[in-house]
């Protein structure tokens, strides 16, 4: 069967591959789309395994909801470079994926990964397809979703570098608190507390950190009857900073998050309780390449 123009424009559209990767693959399967199909995956499999290896710690973090905000689910997927992070396409995949996460059934990473994307096959082959198309490794870094019932409100800043969803406990509806959790999840994005209250911290936690900040009083040459005192007053003061509703609030460092939450929860005329709070910011954690860039260029053009 001849090879023509139309056949290679639509295989390069049903696929994204190169125009000459589509002529090539087709002239081996004398014209067969679903044979050059084929050997495009496996190629492209190939070159995903081959990407695999490469650290990705761009990307992005996307948040999705049920439509009555009852359910919440947050994603981050990485990327290696910032460049592929602004892709439309990449961007558009990444919204799929937290829509997939809220409503697929899965325990862990692994299970989503398994999961079916659109009815083409399992997400992870999805994933190494479009590492083959855009020429980067990707990988889905980590997934949270909630069920509680109770009201969820999200955040996300610098257009998706930080993500964040707050579960509000109370008997209004998602339009009366959406600007008090909005508010809320601000804060949790800015100061990044990692409780909401004393109530979540382990006492081992507290029982640690205290003992440390006797040692570091002791060290000053705190006199021995003063350094409980000077202890109390020091571990209060963290505790602060770490929990939520005793942090100062960003808007207003007149009060704290927990005065606000009850100024609004008056206003309103129904109670505002903060049960959940997560927060995901890309490459956390992630220990980044710092090459040069002209380097970078030079082994790419084999220089």
């Known amino acids: 069967m001849a090879v023509t123009a139309a056949l290679v424009k639509e295989l390069r559209r049903i696929t994204g591959a190169g125009m000459m990767d589509c002529k090539n693959v087709l002239l081996e399967s004398d014209g067969d789309m679903d044979r050059a199909a084929e050997a495009l995956r496996e190629k492209g499999l190939v070159k995903a395994a081959k990407k695999a290896g490469r650290v990705a710690s761009e990307g992005l973090v996307r948040v999705a909801f049920s439509s009555d905000h009852r359910k919440g ?5 990485n990327s290696e470079t910032d460049f592929v992070a602004k892709n439309e396409e990449f961007i558009r995949f990444v919204e799929t994926l937290s829509s997939m996460a809220l409503e697929t059934s899965w325990t862990d990473l692994d299970s989503f990964l398994a ?14 397809a479009l590492i083959a198309k855009i020429g980067e490794n990707l990988n889905v870094r980590r997934l949270w979703k909630s069920e509680k019932d109770v ?7 610098g257009g998706g570098k930080i993500g964040v969803i707050v579960g509000l406990e ?16 601000m804060q949790v994005a800015s100061m990044n507390p990692g409780f909401i209250d004393e109530s979540q911290i382990d006492p081992e936690y507290i029982k640690s950190e205290k003992k440390i900040l006797v040692q570091q ?4 040459g705190k006199p021995a009857d003063l350094v409980e005192k000077v202890v109390a007053g020091r571990l209060k003061k963290e505790l602060r900073e770490v929990c939520l509703l005793e942090q100062k609030f960003v808007k207003s460092n007149e009060i704290t998050v927990k005065q606000y939450i009850e100024q609004a929860a008056k206003d309103l005329g129904k109670s505002i309780k903060v049960v959940e709070m997560i927060r995901y910011e890309v490459g956390e954690g992630i220990e980044k390449r710092s090459e040069n860039f002209a380097e970078e260029v030079a082994k790419l053009i084999g220089n």
């Open 217 to 220: 009083a002791l060290n000053e």
């Open 73 to 77: 689910a947050i994603i981050e997927v």
């Open 115 to 128: 999961a079916d994307f659109k009815n083409e096959g399992a997400l992870k082959d999805a994933i190494n």
């Open 151 to 157: 009201v969820h409100v999200g955040y996300l800043h």
């Open 170 to 185: 109370t008997e209004a509806s998602y339009e009366d608190v959406f600007s008090v959790g909005k508010d809320i999840a």
